[in-house]
């Protein structure tokens, strides 16, 4: 399955955050995501996401670790945490600056462990340094130490952004769930269809 740009424009919607109105008027545009799409890479112009305000560091740090929480059969990670990443941080510069800041941090103990740039760490060593950092257990804190930043700014929002998208809810199966709107196919299912085990 491969995300896509659209993928990323509908999580944003989902948290209000959609570029001052740019991410919906594309999505009117184009039409609404559909799960597995492949429509749209992400726009390079000046106004476009990939400027909107991530240097390239803290972009190929985003990137390597969405690679290490998404599941192996997902693809076009780059243009879905640019367009998702970028339309997050735009109009909240308390957020950016704190997303850069854990992300330098995290790049930082990277070079200091195992002499490298996080982003050109293999993935598996990029997952056992999020785990040896105590991330995966970690709660989310804006202001706590790194295993809490890392976790409130970095892994809770891209996996938002992951499972929110029609591309990831269709991989584990959320991306229409009984009882909510739709189409037909969702409303015909009855909660005999949720698999339980």
């Known amino acids: 399955m491969r995300l896509s740009r659209r993928d ?3 999580a944003l919607a989902g948290i209000g955050a959609v570029g001052g109105g740019a991410g919906i ?3 009117a545009a184009r039409g609404p995501p559909v799960a597995g799409d492949d429509a749209g890479t992400v726009d390079a112009t000046p106004d476009g996401p990939a400027s909107a305000g ?4 803290a972009r190929a740090v985003l990137v390597a670790t969405a690679e290490v929480l998404y599941p192996s059969a997902v693809t076009g990670h780059e243009a879905f ?3 998702y990443v970028n339309g997050r941080v735009r109009g909240d ?3 950016r600056a704190g997303l850069l800041s854990a992300v330098a941090e995290l790049d930082a103990i990277a070079r200091d462990w195992h002499s490298d740039a996080y982003p050109e760490l293999a993935r ?3 997952d056992r340094l999020l785990r040896d950092l105590g991330v995966d257990v970690a709660d989310p804190n804006p202001e ?3 295993s809490s930043r890392l976790r409130w700014y970095v892994v809770n929002d891209l996996l938002y952004a992951f499972y929110t998208s ?3 809810g269709r991989l584990v199966g959320t991306e229409n769930p009984t009882g909510y709107p739709g189409g037909t196919e969702s409303y015909q299912r009855g909660p005999e269809a949720l698999d339980d085990g």
């Open 144 to 146: 706590g130490p790194i």
């Open 124 to 126: 598996e060593t990029r």
């Open 166 to 168: 029609p591309t990831g």
């Open 93 to 95: 510069p308390d957020h």
């Open 8 to 10: 990323a424009l509908a």
């Open 25 to 27: 008027v594309e999505l």
């Open 54 to 57: 991530l240097d390239e560091d």
């Open 81 to 83: 945490v640019d367009t």
